[in-house]
């Protein structure tokens, strides 16, 4: 099963390859990793995706936690949780066909963020159903180059905070 | 009044108390060799950086305070990394400070650069690349602490020449501040209440004691428990020591060349309490067929020990002393008689594992006769293979911390430096390293080392002319076919003893045990004492892979 797990770091140097190289050493797979900072400039939040049964989970917490940096590890995958991805999607768009994959950023609510002669730089962001949604959506025309990111994601209400 | 990064450094150390450090100087550590210069901390300066960490290992785990040892940059640092290995598998408190080349230079390829901290970031607890000399200060009282507390362990500085150099500012912080990091120290009172009861309801109770039951000072608490309940008490190869090996409860070390009344009780109990200790395949056998009627309580202060290999009923995270006081609180005396018998029973049944051939000098005859001249008051440092097993399995043991061996990593050339680290720690015990001819031959130029700091070491060398446990697997999983375990080209190891100043004696023959032994003991003095032994000598029993505990080889007199 897929789990999410929303770990705090301190925000320093070689945290993250501490982090990552906890997994790898371990033989836990990472589906994805985020990192970015919090509203505190000291503590740094990844939302890290992996792939184990419980007990596998039950042991990457743990491991997370006895690096000194990480200061919270929650599995947050059966919280009520709000989770995002953002993806760019560079996609072939002859003048003809403009019309159409506007059409298709519009459903979606997505944005085109850069036009060329011959291709229409495309952002959206949203759960991973929608990406996938969308990207495939854009297929049939061409992608030229995508790029997306791994998954934030935070837990609804007022839980979650550090102690 | 200002100061350098190198002389905080050095004021840090001295702080926490440490008064030795053993090292091995370089250019990128000059600073802090300079500022080491003016200070009270005596440096012992070792043959070979691996010989400083594990000097500094056999230190620290007789001497509780942690250990430290220096390096220089590069080929230094990597110097040390079996050590550190070596020490973070053991659970062994340690900080090691090394050299680096000037923060302009870092990630040049510079001379004598190496990314140590990338390096050893899965052998160490933690580590530090030193930013800058602010620092220092706050970072050397971090180290420390992390070395020494919770689960201990080895903790890396790397300080870059030129932070060594700067002007510090930096004051020692109060109180450490480190919020990811706060060992749990008492046992969740739920959990330790069930665990109590369920010793109470047990019949057939065992209990397990691990390297952690030393490292917490726990051996009063765990022979406490074991008298309270009646229950025999086994001990891992890193345990051993927590109870003596003579107390009546005591029943040897399990696992792949444990004991057979330990096996035995393994299988058959019907509750294991396991305490700091984290079921190492070695001991464990096939994990699917280990205890199969027991309920288990594992006992440890590290979180990410409990279910990692055994699933567990009770886990109780916590300081071990500490849980185990509060366990014996909720107690009352119980007996488990029948148990009890069964398993003394079992204990004179064992057939006996090397007999005693009077003509043909065994392993087994010189250590037991080492036990009767010492009483057993000795420290004995080991390095690894046969006679690392035998040592396990025969030596007598009165006290915790007396058995000093590389557990986890199983690492040749650690036993004579440990040794080095173990005496420097107690200058009035009689330590003795059990060595064989391929492990004393990876560190004895720490020989130079012990003569120059006149340390009375006895180095008990077991010479069967090749590298006898892998000479043993060879027997079993290669069918008999021999590669690459022959040593040959050795020195002579009494010429050797010679060509240091030291005394050499040499033990062909079991009439010769006695004299040799006494005359090496008498004397207060670094001994190389050789003992010739044959090629064909086996460690038994033999639980080989994939095999439960029950399905032990076991063979008789060292000789299958
Ligand atoms: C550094 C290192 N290299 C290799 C090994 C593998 N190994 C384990 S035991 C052993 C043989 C040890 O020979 P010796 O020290 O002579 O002891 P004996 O088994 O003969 O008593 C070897 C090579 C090891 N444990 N450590």
């Known amino acids: 099963m897929r789990h999410v797990l929303s770990v705090m770091v301190e925000n320093q140097a070689g945290v993250l390859t501490r982090v990552a190289g906890m997994f790898s050493r371990r033989g836990y797979n990472i589906e994805s990793l985020t990192v970015g900072t919090t509203e505190n400039p000291k503590i740094s939040r990844m939302t890290i995706v992996v792939e184990g049964d419980a007990h596998v989970i039950e042991q990457v917490a743990k491991q997370l936690h006895k690096l000194i940096e990480v200061i919270k590890v929650s599995d947050i995958t059966k919280e009520e949780y709000i989770d995002r991805e953002l993806v760019l999607i560079k996609v072939h768009a002859e003048l003809s066909q403009r019309g159409e994959i506007m059409q298709i950023v519009d459903i979606f609510r997505a944005r085109i963020v850069d036009l060329g002669a011959k291709s229409l730089v495309v952002e959206a962001t949203g759960d991973q159903g929608k990406i996938s949604a969308i990207e495939a959506s854009l297929k049939p025309f061409g992608i030229k180059e995508m790029v997306r990111c791994g998954k934030v994601a935070m837990v609804r209400g007022v839980k979650s905070k550090v102690e | ?560």
Request: with cysteine; glycine share 10%; aromatic share 4%.
């Open chain 2, 1 to 560: 009044m200002t100061i350098t990064g190198a002389e905080a450094l050095v004021q840090g150390l001295v702080s926490e108390g440490v008064s030795i450090v053993f090292g091995y100087p370089g250019g990128a550590i000059l600073p802090v060799y300079d500022a080491l210069r003016n200070s009270k901390i005596k440096h012992v300066l070792v043959r070979q950086e691996q010989g400083g960490v594990h000097a500094a290992s056999g230190y620290a785990r007789v001497g509780g305070k942690t250990g430290v040892c220096m390096a220089t940059s590069g080929p230094g640092a990597t110097n040390l990394v079996t050590g550190l290995a070596n020490a973070y598998m053991d659970s062994t408190p340690l900080v090691a400070i090394t050299g680096q080349v000037a923060r302009s230079m870092v990630g040049t390829d510079a001379f004598q650069e190496v990314d140590i901290t990338g390096i050893t970031h899965p052998i160490t607890k933690h580590s530090y690349l030193v930013q800058k000399a602010d620092d220092i200060p706050r970072i050397i009282k971090e180290a420390f602490h992390i070395a020494s507390t919770g689960r201990p362990g080895p903790v890396l500085i790397d300080v870059p020449r030129d932070v060594a150099e700067e002007i510090c500012k930096g004051k020692v912080p109060d109180k450490v501040n480190l919020p990811g990091y706060k060992p749990t120290m008492q046992g969740h009172s739920a959990q330790v209440k069930t665990a109590a009861q369920m010793m109470i309801a047990a019949k057939r109770p065992v209990l397990a004691a691990g390297g952690g039951v030393i490292l917490a000072n726990a051996a009063e608490e765990l022979v406490q428990l074991a008298e309270m309940i009646q229950a025999p008490v086994m001990t891992t190869l890193m345990g051993l020591g927590s109870i003596p090996t003579v107390h009546d409860l005591y029943l040897g070390m399990p696992g792949m060349h444990g004991h057979p009344s330990a096996n035995k009780a393994i299988m058959e109990c019907d509750l294991l309490v396991t305490v700091g200790m984290r079921f190492d395949d070695r001991l464990t056998g096939a994990v699917g067929k280990f205890a199969p009627h027991a309920k288990i309580i594992h006992i440890d202060i590290d979180p990410a020990e409990i279910g990692k290999n055994v699933r567990v009923n009770i886990p109780i995270v916590g300081h071990v002393k500490l849980v185990l006081q509060s366990i014996i609180e909720r107690l009352e005396p119980v007996q488990h008689q029948e148990w009890f018998d069964k398993i003394r029973q079992w204990k004179t049944e064992d057939p006996p594992l090397y007999l005693a051939d009077e003509e043909q000098l065994t392993t087994p005859m010189v250590l037991q006769r080492l036990n009767q001249l010492t009483s057993g008051d000795m420290i004995v440092t080991t390095d690894v293979g046969q006679h690392q097993m035998f040592a396990a399995q025969l030596i007598r043991l009165k006290h915790p911390k007396s058995f000093i061996t590389s557990g986890g990593l199983g690492t040749m050339g650690y036993g004579f430096p440990a040794a080095i680290g173990v005496q420097m720690a107690k200058p009035e015990a009689r330590v003795v390293c059990v060595t064989g001819d391929g492990s004393f031959q990876m560190s004895m130029s720490e020989l130079a080392t012990a003569r120059e700091q006149g340390l009375p070491i006895i180095i008990l060398l077991f010479n069967n002319h090749c590298l006898g446990l892998v000479r043993q697997l060879q027997h079993f999983y290669c069918d008999r076919r021999q590669m690459a375990v022959d040593i040959t080209g050795s020195p002579d190891f009494v010429k050797l003893a010679e060509a240091y100043g030291i005394k050499g004696y040499r033990i062909s023959h079991p009439r010769e045990i006695d004299q040799v032994l006494q005359q090496a003991l008498a004397q207060d003095e670094l001994t190389i004492v050789e003992c010739e032994i044959r090629h064909e000598e086996y460690v038994n029993p033999n639980v080989l892979a994939g095999k439960g505990l029950d399905e032990m080889v076991l063979g008789k007199g060292g000789n299958s």
